[in-house]
């Protein structure tokens, strides 16, 4: 389902899942920023997802959270804040079958030049680009986003805030 690929074990596995932390990326137009991915060897095998991907050896959720986003898109300058949603999903990639445990939280910034730099070797095959996206563009888009329910979800962060705590949205098995 997307590029939140392994660095050859060095991600966290808790009970078969790993723990992926994203981030829901706001600018302060309230655009979120989306990542392009598709299968390495099927570009029109192809999504939109958030930032994000697994917690290497003893780091905390928030330490992933910015590094991958750092690694992702370059994006450095960001107030990251609460853990939104929550979401357990399981797709396969690259070959092989993903179970994950994923925490997504809000993060802003006004730094919107993005330029990936610390991507894998699997995630450079298979990762195409990075674009904001309104709410309403979200909601009118005909391509594949991850979450699936990404822009009623944004629609409701923007109309209502953060919610008082994470959110557990339905598992997505792909």
Known sequence: MSAET????ADSYEGGLRKVARVVLLDP????LLLHGHEPDDPADDWWF???GGLEGAETREEAALRELAEETG??????GPVLWR???SFPFAGRRWDQDEWY????????ATAAQGLTELERRSVAGARWWTCQE????HETVYPTRLAELLRTLLDEGPPAGPVTLDAEIV
């Not at 392994?6 to 074990?9: F, H, P, Q, S, Y």
């Not at 994006?75 to 990251?80: A, G, P, R, S």
């Not at 979200?138 to 888009?141: G, N």
Request: glycine fraction near 6%.
């Open 29 to 32: 137009e309230d655009r979120i």
């Open 87 to 89: 979401r357990m999903c």
């Open 50 to 52: 958030t930032p994000g």
């Open 105 to 112: 939280y809000l993060a802003r910034t006004t730094q919107t």
């Open 6 to 9: 392994t660095r050859t074990g």
């Open 138 to 141: 979200l909601t009118r888009a």
């Open 75 to 80: 994006i450095t300058d960001v107030e990251l």
